[in-house]
């Protein structure tokens, strides 16, 4: 996507929620992914990115386990792996074994059923295979510490067998020479140590020449000398050389098994971004619970139908101190492309063009967005956009004269796959001159087919929306009364800046707002009295409509209970009538003679058949295929008792009973003319024909 200026991402704060997402990220190359993230025009891509997310979003809410269970940061071993005569230590082969375990586990979680559940996903290992022989090569040779094993081979096994027997050796030496310095009192408090990897003894200084050996050194304080005893010279010269032998295997071993790996080392750095690119998809998912993002339509053209969406950083920090976010929806489509927002200062204008814009761009990015996943959202090619106060000191130029140079750069650069947003378009100029080229500027976008979000104060424009095609007017609605913004965005409608009603209410004097006012041209006062006046009727009407559908839900909530109490008034009836019904009806009564007349039948047939195979099958028929007829009704009946129902369309969330075997689960996603039931703990994928929509007998529709 082309952005104008370069800062646009800043000023949306794109980059705070790429600091967000960063923050979920626990690889470097999923760190790096986040920092970098950009934003796409490709709808296919944006899709799969999307879906990816909203898939690891329903695995997160479900508390299913995903095997991304190490973090690995292998970009520099992976490279060393594949310069010939390199060799790894044993710590970068544990991290390799990590990787090849956790790339086991991810194969083998999508089975067959996970794969079709989530098919987003699988995408990301669609184009590699799982190589078993990466696993097999190290465990043959390392342990899971990362050591050599003694089997490694028959060299190294013989070295560290011969070494076991010199260490014992000289233990047993050692032990007889400490005992010998102890019983003469030379011996020092702690009686041995280590010196340059060879054993030596700890001696008090002034004895140190009555113990035959080599000395190693003496304590700082000079009264501890180390001597290596004569008896073991000999002995801590094989194990010095064995230990020498031995390393010089390990290292030969640790170059071959590197050699031998670096056949796979391409296999392994796909292996790598695998699962970096899974913990990228878990940090998108992660952030989208946080926000409450959700997966809208995604259509590959310019439209905006955004369904109580909120600006994610003000969610955010509502939701920390336990506020209310005030959702907006909004629709720009062919029609009605160009949206003017007017309105009271700190109303929300600017909060309402930042929310659209961030999202368009989140978007974009393959992120879900903060929105009810019924929004539809289209795929733009350039963003737009001009905030505030942009006065350039280094080229000398004015307010409005940088308001006016972006301004040219808009309506040179837009077309139909145009997204622009404009803060206070004409401001800082001369109100009617200002105006008047504000109005230019809307047709000329306009007549380019470019959508965009306009706020602004000038009556001028808010009269000549609605008669451009294409520009509609929004206002942000205002509580006179309390002097409160409400924060809520209304459409078709052009808003007052209660000017006069607020220097009214804050206790200006009156004679000055008196003067004020007949400073004013009379239309221009007229025209926002009647646009105050229209919006104060707007609020009574919706506050009306409020308490009417409160009552509707009263009536609702009595005609339920009344259904209860006549329900519960019926059964006690059914009871009494089944108490006075003790004997057998005459029906059953006939069917048991009709049974036992049919059994007696066959039991002659039995009697008088060679092959006595048909007459068992006809007594089997005969008395369980009632029963299973009966089991199978049973399970109908006690569905049926619980749930109803519903003539609705089949959509996520809903409550649906399967038509074949009358189970009843909750739909996930809906594919085509298939949707993902989930029932119990596993999701099924079932044709649509074959559920229908129910719910609980006695809740509300």
């Not at 008395?623 to 009704?633: A, E, P, R, V």
């Amino acid at each position: 996507m082309k952005l104008f200026p370069e800062s646009a991402p800043v000023q949306l704060e794109f980059d705070k929620i790429k600091a967000l997402l960063t923050e979920h990220c626990k690889s470097e190359f999923a760190k790096k992914k986040a920092t970098e993230l950009r934003i796409h025009t490709r709808k296919e891509f944006i899709e799969t990115e999307l879906q990816q997310s909203h898939e690891f979003k329903l695995i997160s809410l479900n508390n299913q386990y995903f095997p991304n269970d190490y973090v690995l940061n292998l970009t520099k071993d992976l490279k060393l792996l594949s310069i010939p005569g390199a060799a790894l230590v044993g710590d970068q082969f544990v991290q390799i074994r990590k990787l090849a375990l956790n790339i086991q586990s991810i194969f083998r979680w999508f089975d067959n059923e996970r794969r079709i559940a989530y098919p987003a996903l699988t995408k990301v290992i669609q184009e590699t295979y799982y190589e078993k022989a990466i696993l097999e090569m190290l465990e043959e040779v390392l342990d899971e510490h990362g050591n050599v094993k003694d089997n490694a081979t028959d060299e190294l096994q013989k070295i560290r067998l011969n070494l076991y027997k010199k260490r014992n050796e000289l233990r047993r030496v050692f032990e007889r020479v400490i005992a010998r310095l102890n019983k003469s009192g030379y011996a020092a408090d702690i009686e041995e140590s280590f010196s340059n990897g060879r054993r030596v003894v700890a001696v008090f200084s002034e004895y140190k020449r009555q113990i035959k050996g080599i000395l190693h050194g003496e304590s700082d304080t000079r009264k501890t000398a180390y001597i290596e005893p004569e008896e073991t010279i000999e002995l801590n010269n094989d194990i010095f050389s064995l230990e020498n032998e031995e390393s010089k295997e390990v290292q030969r071993i640790l170059r071959k098994l590197t050699s031998d790996l670096s056949v796979y080392a391409h296999l392994l750095s796909t292996y790598h971004a695998i699962i970096g690119e899974y913990d990228f998809i878990k940090a998108k998912a992660k952030l989208a619970i946080d926000m409450n993002g959700e997966l809208p339509t995604v259509v590959d053209k310019a439209h905006i139908e955004l369904v109580n969406a909120v600006h994610p950083l003000l969610y955010l920090y509502n939701k920390k101190s336990g506020k209310a976010t005030i959702p907006l929806t909004i629709t720009l489509n062919d029609k009605n492309r160009i949206l003017v927002i007017s309105g009271p200062n700190a109303g929300g204008k600017t909060v309402t063009l930042k929310t659209i814009g961030l999202l368009q761009i989140m978007l974009q990015s393959g992120l879900l967005v903060s929105v009810h996943p019924t929004s539809q959202m289209g795929i733009f090619k350039q963003l737009m956009i001009h905030i505030g106060d942009t006065q350039s000191l280094e080229f000398e130029l004015s307010t409005y004269s940088s308001h006016l140079k972006n301004m040219k750069h808009f309506m040179e650069v837009a077309n139909g796959k145009t997204l622009f947003f404009i803060d206070e378009l004409g401001s800082g100029s001369d109100p009617n001159l200002g105006g008047a080229f504000a109005e230019v500027i809307m047709e000329e976008l306009a007549h380019k087919h470019s959508f965009g979000i306009v706020t602004t104060h000038y009556l001028n424009l808010k009269v000549m929306a609605n008669k451009v095609p294409g520009i509609i007017n929004g206002a942000m609605a205002f509580d006179e009364q309390n002097l409160l913004p409400m924060y809520k965005l209304i459409i078709g409608k052009p808003g007052s800046s209660y000017t006069f009603s607020i220097a009214e209410r804050i206790g200006l004097s009156p004679h000055l707002i008196k003067k004020a006012r007949g400073l004013v041209n009379e239309d221009h006062f007229s025209l926002d009295k009647l646009l105050n006046r229209t919006e104060q009727d707007l609020r009574q009407i919706e506050k009306k409509e409020s308490d009417l559908q409160k009552l509707v839900k009263e009536n609702e909530r009595l005609k339920k209970e009344m259904t209860v109490v006549m329900d519960k008034e019926r059964h006690r009836q059914e009871v009494d009538l089944l108490k006075q019904q003790n004997q057998v009806t005459e029906e059953r009564i006939a069917y048991l003679k009709d049974m036992e007349r049919k059994l007696k039948q066959i039991l002659l047939e039995w009697r008088k058949a060679d092959d006595k195979s048909e007459p068992i099958k006809q007594m089997h028929s005969l008395l369980f295929k009632k029963k299973d007829d009966l089991i199978t009704n049973k399970l109908a009946k006690k569905v049926q008792g619980r749930y109803e129902e519903v003539a609705t369309d089949i959509v996520v969330g809903a409550q649906v009973k399967l038509k074949k075997n009358y189970q009843v689960g909750s739909v996930k996603e809906i594919r085509g003319k298939r949707a993902i039931v989930q029932v119990g703990m596993l999701p099924m994928s079932v044709d649509l024909g074959d559920l229908v929509v129910v719910q609980e007998k006695g809740a509300e529709g």
